[in-house]
């Protein structure tokens, strides 16, 4: 069988050692912010654009870094399903609010792994390595 793999942007914000994720409406672990890109999409247009649908908020351009491209089983997708999750650090204007289909934001600390889905775990990692959580 052939492997699936969905491409996707991911922000990853930490706040005072702590790591922000999200949980859509229905499901079981959490998410980092992010997601999809629609056809032509940039990186940098992909994530904003999923940001302000989410969390309704701004993304600061000037500060779009990215952090690294993690890999790991899909969460709630068919067998053989991989995500190939490029993610990124940016700056923010806003509130946060859950928006869209998202239920709930939460900050997590890496003692809460076990929350997160796979590439959030992986992306919890590349945090910790870039020394953003520590």
């Known amino acids: ?24 409406r229905g499901r079981d672990l959490l998410y980092l912010p992010g997601g999809k890109r629609e056809p032509g999409e940039s990186d940098w247009t992909a994530l904003s654009r999923e940001v302000r649908e989410e969390l309704a908020l701004d993304l600061d351009e000037p500060s779009f870094r990215e952090l690294g491209v993690v890999h790991a089983e899909a969460h709630d997708q068919p ?40 590439a959030s775990q992986a992306a919890l990692d590349l945090a910790e390595e870039h020394g953003l959580l520590g």
């Open 1 to 24: 069988m052939r492997m699936a793999v969905l491409d996707v942007v991911a922000w990853v914000q930490v706040s005072d050692g702590r790591l922000l994720t999200v949980r859509a």
């Open 79 to 118: 067998s053989f399903t991989h995500v190939r999750m490029a993610c990124f650090t940016a700056g923010y204007s806003g509130t946060l609010t859950p928006a869209s289909e998202i239920g709930e934001y939460r900050y997590v600390l890496p003692s809460d792994r076990r929350l997160l889905a796979p």
